[in-house]
């Protein structure tokens, strides 16, 4: 017997576990002092009532005979793809049911999709970038390129038509960096991905946080993605689910390769290794569609935008660069004083007790920069703004 020997190729990411070893070793050292996170990636309000009453009812369905449910269609109930496919049409993409797949969240799905595709295939992925694209390649033994994210493209790395790669990552709006890609930057991936026979993997899960009308909300509303493309989204931060656990994948009939079809193939995978997402939380999912569903996302949405907005408003006031806040949970921010991603870490920590997530945990290019994000209470925001703008404003 031999294990996977490729799992000795993954990188031990040491990230969270030392940001969380630093702070339990500087409160034990600074028990009087109050320490502000704003490092989680994590939401902190809870699901929307409209979620709450269609779980109840789910669960009461649960418990009689006559509407009592066992397995369900492994892609998901039609009453959650319908919502879903609705949701698209309103963003102006046509979609079939079957074309949707609801899974336990986009993290698992973007795992488990590199099951349709051959080992030999190489994929870009952007640098820095959330970590479950290269980690999932390298343990199935794939060749990793990357793609430079950096301050002089504005974290939005462009294709190289010199540079051939079979399937590439796509994340926008970014984690970490919080760029987002206009619909003009995206035409441009798609016709690279088409030109060379690549797919995108388009990973959708902070569609939500968008504002502005120029910047796609799916890759779908790209002309031609649907030969190229398959899209991950997620409810964990659209409506609270990052513990329910809901999220769906787009898998385009037109998406084909030498006469094989990636929806077929998908389905096949899932039929054979994926028994569904429970009916209660679907049902929970759903309710997020509701016109009570939606006012009450969009309100906790707007707590978290209001918190991004007080963080970004503070960089622009400190002259600090960045990215993000507009359109995305997250501002990316250059360190200042040419201190790298650690350095500023203890700074923030030792003289102000804010809490962050040093860049250089996402990659290479992550090296210098910084990320905070909006998903703690607006308290805890702006308590921390005030201490960050009295430390740098000097
Ligand atoms: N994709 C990105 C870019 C994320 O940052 C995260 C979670 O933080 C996920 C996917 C995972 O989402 P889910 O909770 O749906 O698995």
């Known amino acids: ?21 630093k702070v339990a070793a500087y409160q034990a050292a600074n028990p009087d002092k109050k320490v502000l996170r704003l490092g989680i990636g994590d939401v902190t309000l809870p699901l929307a009532p409209a979620v709450i009453k269609a779980l109840h009812a789910a669960v009461d369905d649960m418990s009689k005979k006559e509407t009592f449910r066992g397995y369900g269609p492994e892609q998901g109930y039609d009453f959650l793809k319908e919502s879903i496919r609705g949701y ?5 993409v046509e979609l079939e049911n079957d074309e949707i797949f609801i899974s336990d969240g986009a993290k698992s799905d973007l795992g488990n999709i590199l099951d349709i595709f051959s080992g030999d295939n190489v994929v870009l992925v952007p640098d820095p970038v959330y970590p479950v694209y290269v980690d999932t390649n390298t343990m199935a033994g794939r060749k990793v390129i990357y793609m430079n994210a950096t301050e002089q493209n504005g974290f939005l ?36 991905a088409n030109a060379k026979n690549a797919v995108i993997l388009y990973d959708a899960a902070y ?3 968008i504002t502005e009308d120029n910047l796609a909300r799916s890759i779908f509303q790209i002309e031609g993605a649907k030969t190229c493309a398959i899209e991950f989204c997620s ?29 077929k193939m998908w389905l096949r995978r899932q039929t054979t290794k994926f028994n569904g997402v429970p009916y ?9 569609f509701t016109e009570e569903g939606q006012k009450q996302i969009k309100a906790n949405i707007a707590v978290y935008q209001h918190n991004a907005k007080i963080i970004a408003d503070c960089m622009d006031e400190l002259g600090v660069w960045y990215t993000g806040g507009k359109n995305s949970p997250y501002i990316w921010l250059k360190c200042p004083g040419g201190m790298d991603s650690w350095q500023f870490f203890d700074y923030l920590l030792e003289n102000i007790q804010v809490v962050g997530t040093p860049g250089a945990g996402f990659g290479a ?30």
């Open 235 to 263: 409810f964990s931060k659209t409506a609270g689910f990052t513990g329910t656990r809901c999220g769906y994948t787009v898998v385009p009939f037109a998406l084909e390769r030498d006469g094989m079809s990636a929806n």
């Open 280 to 288: 209660i939380v679907q049902r929970g999912a759903a309710a997020v």
């Open 207 to 209: 569609e939500c946080f």
């Open 157 to 192: 790395p462009m294709p190289d038509y010199s540079v051939n790669a079979d399937i590439i990552y796509l994340c926008s709006p970014n984690n970490p960096t919080g760029a987002a890609y206009s619909k003009a930057q995206l035409k441009q991936w798609v016709d690279y």
């Open 88 to 92: 698209y049409k309103s963003n102006g």
């Open 1 to 21: 017997m031999h294990f996977n020997s490729h799992f000795n190729d993954i990188a031990q990411s040491y990230l969270f576990s030392t940001v969380a070893k």
């Open 365 to 394: 290019n992550g090296e210098g920069f910084f990320r905070l994000t909006a998903f703690g209470s607006e308290e805890v925001t702006k308590e921390a703004v005030r201490r960050i703008k009295k430390l740098l404003q000097k």
